[in-house]
């Protein structure tokens, strides 16, 4: 089994910053693909970033300029570096990763359980 532990939610007024971790943990071979959704209260769930196993990044428009995505693959770790936060930046962001248990096993998605951010003064 392999789990996702998301961390470094919380409060922060407008302008601020927040740093997210999400930790890949169980019986992992490899990780391709990694990534942070967000869902606001009544909205769908939405993509906002994905970083591959060598680095590259893609960003929705929503986010770019403001919010990295990086990784640190010897650790199986994501983060998600916010910057210039706004009101509308609020809502549970989940991470989520493409992960494989074994060399002949097709890879699956997995998602971490959620951490709340709220941007409010």
């Known amino acids: 089994q392999v789990q996702l532990v998301e961390s470094g939610g919380g409060l922060v007024q407008p302008g601020g910053s927040l740093r997210l971790s999400c930790a890949a943990s169980g019986n992992i071979f490899s990780i391709n693909t990694m990534g942070w959704y967000r869902q606001a209260p009544g909205k769908q769930r939405d993509l906002i970033a994905t970083i591959t196993s060598g680095g590259t990044t893609n960003y929705a428009d929503s986010v770019k300029g403001r919010f990295t995505i990086s990784r640190d693959n010897a650790k199986n770790t994501v983060y998600l570096q916010m910057n210039s936060l706004k009101p509308e930046d609020t809502a549970v962001y989940y991470c989520?990763?493409?992960?494989?248990?074994?060399?002949?096993?097709?890879?699956?998605?997995?998602w971490g359980q959620g951490t709340q951010v709220t941007v409010s003064s």
């Open positions: 989520n990763a493409n992960v494989a248990i074994g060399l002949y096993i097709p890879s699956r998605y997995y």
